[in-house]
């Protein structure tokens, strides 16, 4: 298939992954809010801080209230990770594959944006952010529903579901990174009393609180590292996102599982197998937010070859050529 | 519906109407039909047909403006039934028209003959910025230059029909012809099913078909791509429905190198061999090397494998010479020239501001006359002498005499009009013309049908899409009206 296409369908699964993920993690936050009334505004900047981007955020704002963050991760136009800019950086990729995707997912894509360009729908979500995010979570799993049942599984399936899986894995990373880093800022502090409806939330930020639940009962840190990093069923756990995007990666070069034949499946690979042979303890040991960090570079590495593998393969073309 | 009922056709030619209260015998039963739904229907159904149209995307660009500019092309419920007879004559005189075309356009590339025999001042060729010189000594596989052609036809007072203009670079259109019958005929089945209308559906396998028919001889499985600006341009809807309905590969320039002759994609498993490119990209972007050197849009070097017979383009560079608005004037003599037969469709009458003459006639006339420019499209450049200002009118004259070449002038016709839902329960006349597709294979293929282009605003004769204008499903009926 065209590069451009893969690429377009890459990010636009990437994207929809993202917005889901903004959209929960807001919803998660808001409802925490209201066991915390009392330091509401020291709440909200967490959530900034989980995308990486305070500088642009206090660029253009003066203060982290819920109204500033609701906003900015939202509708904000201006900062490309908002919910409303992934949305529709996925529907300009969908219109440039309209012939590839289904037309139930661009017709859904399509509507999808509609709604969020709407003028009512900035009141909407800061008047009722409970129903206005979780509407924005069906959205994008009704997406991902409609990639699943509507899309033959080939090579473009597997290009959207290999970016989904990466994003997830990066976001599900993130939110561990920050929020282990806030509720425990020393590793001595681990076997600590703590607090676990702060707990709670880390996991229902990844969707995972009731999963969860049904394998461990009792809620540790540890244990919510370890669920979240290593668990091999839950599907935002960054093992099992692994697994997937290794599968769509074989499936998409026609090679054997557990073989590397290109760039992407070495270092895909490697994360992989690193992934199978630490568990929580050497990660505690060595450092969650080092860990964590030395994860999403690597990730980033996987991320780029895919991109030289098969997206750019002009500039390949272009300076093989300049060699002969 | 009362105001169907009572519907007037007025001073102007009516497709469905012949008298007032009288419809047309081939629109009867649709007309019947109408007047029958209970009140509000007719509404509902426009409604829907246009939610349906949002929610497909169906869309086009407006150019100049800012992001979030994508419009539904409007689209009037009430369609446009064009009879069995009439068809004929649109048929078959197209069929001439475009033959005459692909003749000259083969000769003017080559021998020059009707420049040699003084049918057409070589000046007028040579001046136009459509000419591609680089062309010339070329012949495109199998001869073809114009694979696709859309003609404008309008139809004046006395009914009869007229080609307003030849469109043979990028027409665009088609998808709304095959959209607008799939919503019509969800909306009136009945009626639409004992009409007796022809489909048009068979148009993208036609296309297909054309498209291979021009494939190299070399391989079985042609490669064939459609060849897009990208999602930016105006009729981008359109290039992802037709791959689509083709099953071929949407392409953009960017997708696209040129390397030991031949033009590849670039794909996930490397590059891939193309053989035919249905192109929807003007001449002058297609090569950087070769025309614009600013073009990012193009492939570098596909001229020169083009030129070689590695790759075929649909429809063939150069092809806008054929429908520069001067040259437009002497179609009649080049199919006497090339067929030795006479139009069966008239040009509308043109006077050709280069002509001293006829310029002086025109800048006399101004408020009487619609002025174009040679090589605009889209409704730009336009003048329409009777509904214009002074201001407007000497900023033409002005126009005209710094560049008589790139200007012509036509008398306004008075369009025929069909019956237009403008709001509740409430049917006006309102202009339109017809844009029939004609595709050039082994024999030539006149979709039965084409875009109806309405002017929704009153009186307006300006039908273009950029410039507040919609679209009807045309029907044409497939037996003789009785």
Same mark, same amino acid.
């Given at each position: 298939?065209?590069?451009?296409?893969?690429?377009?369908?890459?990010?636009?699964?990437?994207?929809?992954?993202?917005?889901?993920?903004?959209?929960?993690?807001?919803?998660?936050?808001?409802?925490?809010?209201?066991?915390?009334?009392?330091?509401?505004?020291?709440?909200?900047?967490?959530?900034?801080?989980?995308?990486?981007?305070?500088?642009?955020?206090?660029?253009?704002?003066?203060?982290?209230?819920?109204?500033?963050?609701?906003?900015?991760?939202?509708?904000?136009?201006?900062?490309?990770?908002?919910?409303?800019?992934?949305?529709?950086?996925?529907?300009?990729?969908?219109?440039?594959?309209?012939?590839?995707?289904?037309?139930?997912?661009?017709?859904?894509?399509?509507?999808?944006?509609?709604?969020?360009?709407?003028?009512?729908?900035?009141?909407?979500?800061?008047?009722?952010?409970?129903?206005?995010?979780?509407?924005?979570?069906?959205?994008?799993?009704?997406?991902?529903?409609?990639?699943?049942?509507?899309?033959?599984?080939?090579?473009?399936?597997?290009?959207?579901?290999?970016?989904?899986?990466?994003?997830?894995?990066?976001?599900?990373?993130?939110?561990?990174?920050?929020?282990?880093?806030?509720?425990?800022?020393?590793?001595?502090?681990?076997?600590?009393?703590?607090?676990?409806?702060?707990?709670?939330?880390?996991?229902?930020?990844?969707?995972?609180?009731?999963?969860?639940?049904?394998?461990?009962?009792?809620?540790?840190?540890?244990?919510?590292?370890?669920?979240?990093?290593?668990?091999?069923?839950?599907?935002?756990?960054?093992?099992?996102?692994?697994?997937?995007?290794?599968?769509?990666?074989?499936?998409?070069?026609?090679?054997?599982?557990?073989?590397?034949?290109?760039?992407?499946?070495?270092?895909?690979?490697?994360?992989?197998?690193?992934?199978?042979?630490?568990?929580?303890?050497?990660?505690?040991?060595?450092?969650?937010?080092?860990?964590?960090?030395?994860?999403?570079?690597?990730?980033?590495?996987?991320?780029?070859?895919?991109?030289?593998?098969?997206?750019?393969?002009?500039?390949?073309?272009?300076?093989?050529?300049?060699?002969? | 519906?009362?105001?169907?009922?009572?519907?007037?056709?007025?001073?102007?030619?009516?497709?469905?109407?012949?008298?007032?209260?009288?419809?047309?015998?081939?629109?009867?039963?649709?007309?019947?039909?109408?007047?029958?739904?209970?009140?509000?229907?007719?509404?509902?159904?426009?409604?829907?047909?246009?939610?349906?149209?949002?929610?497909?995307?169906?869309?086009?660009?407006?150019?100049?403006?800012?992001?979030?500019?994508?419009?539904?092309?409007?689209?009037?419920?009430?369609?446009?039934?064009?009879?069995?007879?009439?068809?004929?004559?649109?048929?078959?005189?197209?069929?001439?028209?475009?033959?005459?075309?692909?003749?000259?356009?083969?000769?003017?590339?080559?021998?020059?003959?009707?420049?040699?025999?003084?049918?057409?001042?070589?000046?007028?060729?040579?001046?136009?910025?459509?000419?591609?010189?680089?062309?010339?000594?070329?012949?495109?596989?199998?001869?073809?230059?114009?694979?696709?052609?859309?003609?404008?036809?309008?139809?004046?007072?006395?009914?009869?029909?007229?080609?307003?203009?030849?469109?043979?670079?990028?027409?665009?259109?088609?998808?709304?012809?095959?959209?607008?019958?799939?919503? &019509?005929?969800?909306?009136?089945?009945?009626?639409?099913?004992?009409?007796?209308?022809?489909?048009?559906?068979?148009?993208?396998?036609?296309?297909?078909?054309?498209?291979?028919?021009?494939?190299?001889?070399?391989?079985?499985?042609?490669?064939?791509?459609?060849?897009?600006?990208?999602?930016?341009?105006?009729?981008?809807?359109?290039?992802?429905?037709?791959?689509?309905?083709?099953?071929?590969?949407?392409?953009?320039?960017?997708? &696209?190198?040129?390397?030991?002759?031949?033009?590849?994609?670039?794909?996930?498993?490397?590059?891939?061999?193309?053989?035919?490119?249905?192109?929807?990209?003007?001449?002058?972007?297609?090569?950087?090397?070769?025309?614009?050197?600013?073009?990012? &849009?193009?492939?570098?070097?596909?001229?020169?494998?083009?030129?070689?017979?590695?790759?075929?383009?649909?429809?063939?560079?150069?092809?806008?010479?054929?429908?520069?608005?001067?040259?437009?004037?002497?179609?009649?003599?080049?199919?006497?020239?090339?067929?030795?037969?006479?139009?069966?469709?008239?040009?509308?009458?043109?006077?050709?501001?280069?002509?001293?003459?006829?310029?002086?006639?025109?800048?006399?006339?101004?408020?009487?006359?619609?002025?174009?420019?040679?090589?605009?499209?889209?409704?730009?450049?336009?003048?329409?002498?009777?509904?214009?200002?002074?201001?407007?009118?000497?900023?033409?004259?002005?126009?005209?005499?710094?560049?008589?070449?790139?200007?012509?002038?036509?008398?306004?016709?008075?369009?025929?009009?069909?019956?237009?839902?403008?709001?509740?329960?409430?049917?006006?006349?309102?202009?339109?013309?017809?844009?029939?597709?004609?595709?050039?294979?082994?024999?030539?293929?006149?979709?039965?049908?084409? &875009?109806?282009?309405?002017?929704?605003?009153?009186?307006?004769?300006?039908?273009?899409?950029?410039?507040?204008?919609?679209?009807?499903?045309?029907?044409?009926?497939?037996?003789?009206?009785?």
């Amino acid at each position: 298939m065209l590069s451009r296409v893969a690429n377009s369908i890459y990010w636009m699964c990437r994207y929809i992954e993202r917005a889901e993920n903004v959209a929960r993690f807001i919803s998660v936050n808001t409802n925490l809010l209201l066991d915390m009334p009392s330091e509401e505004n020291k709440h909200w900047e967490p959530l900034i801080m989980v995308t990486g981007d305070q500088a642009h955020f206090e660029e253009k704002n003066s203060d982290y209230t819920g109204e500033s963050v609701v906003r900015y991760l939202t509708f904000e136009r201006e900062y490309p990770n908002s919910i409303i800019s992934c949305v529709a950086a996925a529907r300009e990729n969908a219109r440039s594959v309209r012939e590839i995707i289904s037309a139930k997912m661009w017709e859904h894509l399509n509507n999808f944006y509609l709604e969020l360009m709407n003028p009512r729908a900035l009141p909407f979500a800061l008047n009722e952010p409970d129903r206005f995010f979780e509407m924005i979570q069906m959205r994008c799993a009704l997406f991902t529903g409609l990639i699943e049942s509507t899309m033959s599984h080939g090579e473009a399936y597997n290009f959207g579901f290999m970016g989904m899986m990466t994003e997830r894995a990066d976001k599900t990373s993130r939110i561990l990174d920050v929020k282990y880093f806030m509720l425990l800022p020393k590793a001595s502090m681990v076997n600590t009393a703590i607090d676990s409806v702060q707990w709670m939330a880390v996991l229902k930020s990844a969707s995972a609180f009731q999963m969860f639940r049904r394998q461990h009962h009792r809620i540790t840190p540890r244990l919510v590292a370890d669920f979240l990093i290593f668990d091999d069923d839950f599907p935002r756990s960054i093992k099992h996102c692994l697994h997937r995007a290794d599968d769509c990666l074989h499936r998409i070069t026609g090679a054997p599982a557990g073989t590397a034949t290109c760039q992407p499946e070495k270092l895909l690979g490697r994360l992989k197998a690193n992934m199978e042979y630490d568990d929580i303890e050497e990660v505690l040991e060595h450092g969650m937010h080092e860990y964590l960090d030395d994860f999403q570079t690597k990730l980033n590495a996987v991320d780029n070859a895919i991109g030289t593998t098969f997206f750019n393969i002009k500039q390949i073309q272009e300076s093989s050529s300049q060699q002969q | 519906m009362e105001s169907l009922k009572n519907y007037d056709p007025g001073d102007f030619y009516d497709e469905l109407f012949k008298a007032p209260g009288v419809p047309r015998s081939g629109s009867k039963l649709l007309i019947d039909k109408l007047i029958s739904m209970p009140p509000g229907e007719l509404e509902m159904r426009q409604k829907a047909a246009e939610a349906l149209l949002l929610k497909m995307g169906i869309t086009f660009n407006v150019y100049g403006r800012e992001e979030g500019t994508e419009k539904i092309f409007p689209f009037d419920i009430i369609p446009r039934i064009v009879g069995y007879k009439d068809w004929e004559i649109i048929e078959s005189g197209l069929r001439q028209r475009i033959y005459a075309l692909n003749c000259f356009l083969q000769d003017i590339y080559n021998e020059k003959k009707i420049l040699k025999d003084k049918i057409i001042p070589e000046d007028y060729i040579y001046s136009s910025k459509t000419y591609r010189k680089e062309l010339e000594g070329f012949t495109p596989p199998k001869g073809i230059w114009c694979h696709v052609t859309g003609t404008d036809l309008i139809r004046d007072n006395n009914g009869d029909f007229f080609v307003l203009e030849d469109n043979l670079r990028c027409p665009s259109g088609v998808s709304y012809v095959l959209e607008n019958r799939q919503v &019509l005929k969800r909306s009136f089945s009945q009626v639409f099913e004992d009409s007796s209308v022809r489909p048009v559906d068979e148009y993208p396998d036609r296309l297909l078909a054309a498209l291979r028919h021009l494939a190299p001889g070399t391989t079985d499985t042609p490669c064939i791509g459609v060849l897009t600006p990208g999602i930016y341009n105006s009729a981008y809807f359109e290039h992802s429905f037709l791959s689509q309905q083709m099953g071929v590969e949407l392409v953009e320039g960017q997708d &696209l190198v040129v390397q030991d002759g031949f033009v590849h994609m670039l794909t996930t498993k490397g590059l891939q061999r193309v053989d035919v490119l249905y192109r929807r990209l003007d001449d002058d972007f297609l090569d950087p090397l070769v025309f614009r050197p600013d073009s990012m &849009l193009g492939v570098p070097g596909i001229m020169e494998v083009y030129k070689k017979g590695n790759i075929a383009l649909a429809n063939a560079p150069g092809t806008g010479i054929a429908d520069d608005k001067v040259i437009y004037a002497f179609v009649p003599q080049i199919i006497k020239y090339y067929m030795d037969e006479d139009p069966i469709l008239s040009n509308v009458p043109t006077y050709i501001c280069d002509d001293k003459k006829s310029r002086d006639y025109v800048l006399d006339h101004l408020d009487e006359l619609v002025v174009k420019a040679a090589n605009e499209s889209g409704g730009y450049g336009m003048l329409i002498g009777p509904h214009a200002t002074e201001a407007e009118r000497l900023e033409f004259a002005e126009k005209i005499k710094d560049e008589p070449r790139n200007y012509m002038a036509q008398p306004t016709i008075s369009l025929s009009r069909v019956p237009t839902l403008i709001g509740p329960e409430q049917v006006e006349g309102r202009h339109v013309d017809l844009r029939p597709y004609v595709l050039f294979s082994d024999d030539i293929y006149v979709q039965p049908g084409g &875009l109806t282009r309405v002017a929704l605003k009153k009186g307006s004769l300006v039908v273009n899409s950029s410039q507040g204008g919609g679209s009807k499903d045309t029907w044409v009926l497939k037996n003789p009206e009785n």
